[in-house]
């Protein structure tokens, strides 16, 4: 067993005991075809993680578990976080319990870039966005909302639907199905 400076390594792994307000782990690399940081899970089986980020902590102050960060304007082929799923399963699944919002995105893009695209050529009998609500509250609620929020943006078109081929551009089915 080697100990260093609250570091331990033994049978269990290696265990970093942060007692001080610094980093507990630090890596700084020159490497420029190398990954700064391998994990390797190709056993792992039925249970357990790759990696898992915990905090219980009850602060209510502003935070962020994890931050992934391109400080470089001008580094235009990075990707910030780039997940491969080559499995008939989720590629990211968010469980949030919180009265918040599950997803932010915060966007300074001034051109014909979207926040948020998505580019599905292989799609077959599926969809490429599906919402879906099962709750009986009667509340009023709206399950898809668009807003244009700035009246002086009058070259804003709200929702945009092109349809090339000779199928229907908008089906509504329902018991109140309504146009306002």
Known sequence: KLSIDGVASGDDGLKINQTQNEYALEIVTSATSSHGLNINASSLQTSGRAGTFYSNSSNTGTRDLVA????????????ALKIQQDSAQYAMAIDQNGNANAIRIDSDATTNVGAIQAHVDSLTTGRIAYFY???SDTSTRGLVKIVNDHAS??????????????????????QNATMR
């Open 68 to 79: 992934i960060i391109n400080d470089h304007a001008s580094a235009t082929g990075t990707t």
């Open 133 to 135: 609500s099962n709750s």
């Open 153 to 174: 943006a009058t070259g804003t078109t709200a929702l945009e639907i092109q349809q090339d081929s000779t199928g229907n551009a908008l089906r509504i089915d329902g």
